[in-house]
């Protein structure tokens, strides 16, 4: 439970790289003790979402620009092949949560509450991957997502301004009211391609602000 706990909040951007976690947190936050918190960090950063910087601490990595587009690439195939198939079994009621989640991202953004809107976003891409029928699929889609997650926060305020995501989400939406599997697919990608653009610059700012630093 504590690792599935903490590997939700990776996943949904509720930290940031660079930021440490210590056992002793970590188990306050979960409200669990030391012992299932170590385990949870110990499965964490065999999953690469979290490294050791000392005995008891941990800390939130940064993607390296090749991570990123690793990363990147295998996500525009897995995310793209489960958009196309969540045609087959999306309805009225999958189409409403959409809706909804969409308007509680907007309301996030315009507050500037941009890890609230992180949340949402994760529950928003895969309210439609579960739509595919394929677990295992799914599976393979948060784990690239356990990954990347924490670096999303690097989308804003600039994807917030200009509404990349919302205008992506919104053709999503409208692909699945009408059922065209490419439309949907084509609109999942351009969300993971622009979120890429942003992501990429954010890297080289960071990385040329350490060089400057050196």
Known sequence: MAYRNMKERLI????????????RALSDMLGVSSTPARDAINRLVIDGALVYSGPKTVIVPHLTL???????????????????????SVGDEAIAALEQLQLKIDAALEEKRYFDALWHNKEFHFTIYRL????????????????????FIGLYPEFAEMRYGARNHRSAIEALIEKDAAAVRAAIESDIRDGFRQLKKFSMARDQGKLSQS
């Open 12 to 23: 949904r951007g509720a930290f940031s790289p660079g930021d440490k976690l210590t056992i």
């Open 66 to 88: 090749p991570d990123l587009e690793e990363i990147t690439q295998i996500r525009l195939a897995l995310e793209g092949a489960a958009a196309a198939l969540s045609v087959k």
């Open 132 to 151: 595919s029928g394929m677990p295992y699929l799914l599976q393979m889609i948060e784990a690239l997502w356990l990954r990347v997650g924490a670096s």
